[in-house]
């Protein structure tokens, strides 16, 4: 196990700005690309992201500081609270706005000396810790990151011409 | 073919500082880790991107400028440049300014309507565009990128518990 909690902040804090500055003011065509039917573009990562902010990680540590066992973790409410007619400039600082909400509700927990070890319901993976829970919201930020940077590099996968034979990304 | 000369700066621009803003200040456990013997740390990543910016993507499409089909592109001295006792911040700094001075250049050749269908030859790969060169720049940037968050999510894999199943970036 190598769960931190200091190092597990040093990455959820430095994602919404890395990603800001990162996709502000990219063209359209990078924001809008996908992998094909049925897959995510760039924007909807984000947008993704901003719904966990709002529904999963934080919510879910209080409802298990609460509840523990006894109730199961609410259902995520996938449709809620995303304007999709806002800018990716837009989304980005709302991403960065929550995050560091909660951010500074999770320093005020650790103050109170949070036990890493108490345990939630999930509704469909059964018992839960926190730190688990914490675990998967830095793993989270990684793969998304790693999502939108193959869903970019897919859009030249034909350009690239001789040279797929040593990007590893493209070979999928 | 999806090649754009000004979104593929678009990309090349963004990527050091938002690799400086993510990685800057992070613990060495999460800069020295790698995912097993034989594969790079987070670190290694960054010393073969300032590789590769002192040694191939100008230096190249300037050769091919020059010497067309006539001569193979020389080969990269891998072990050239890289001062492996400096800090990740002084690495980044490297990137981020060895990036500056490289579009700088490009910027100039642009001025003289570079011919994005000009052929060179690669020592293994056999005749290349600078189209590709140039497409190839972009994903070695996305690639490595996509590697680094990579990276570091696998420090969690054992740590995440039953999430696994939600998380695909572990799944390989």
Redesign the interface.
């Known amino acids: ?4 909690m ?2 597990a902040i ?2 959820l804090e ?2 919404p ?3 800001e ?2 996709l502000s ?3 359209d ?2 924001l809008n690309c996908n992998e094909g039917e049925g897959t995510w573009t760039v924007t909807e990562v984000i947008e993704h992201l901003i719904e966990l902010e709002n529904d999963a990680w934080m919510p879910r540590l209080e409802f298990i500081i609460q509840e523990g066992e006894s109730k199961p973790l609410p259902s995520l409410d996938r449709s809620s609270h995303i304007n999709e007619r806002s800018s990716i400039e837009q989304k980005l600082i709302e991403f960065k706005t929550l995050r560091t909400q909660n951010l500074t509700k999770l320093k005020v927990l650790m103050d109170t000396e949070l036990n890493l070890e108490l345990t939630g319901l ?1 509704p469909r ?5 926190l ?3 914490l ?2 919201w ?3 930020d ?2 998304h ?3 939108i ?2 869903v ?2 897919e ?2 996968r ?6 797929k ?6 070979k999928k």
Chains 1, 2 share one sequence.
């Open positions: 196990m190598n769960f931190n200091k190092e040093e990455v430095r994602t700005q890395a990603l500055f990162f003011g990219l063209s065509t990078w999930h993976l059964g018992i839960v810790k730190r688990e829970l675990s998967t830095v793993v989270h990684l793969t990151t790693a999502q940077v193959r970019m590099a859009r030249y034909a350009d690239i011409g001789p040279w034979e040593y990007i590893g990304i493209l």
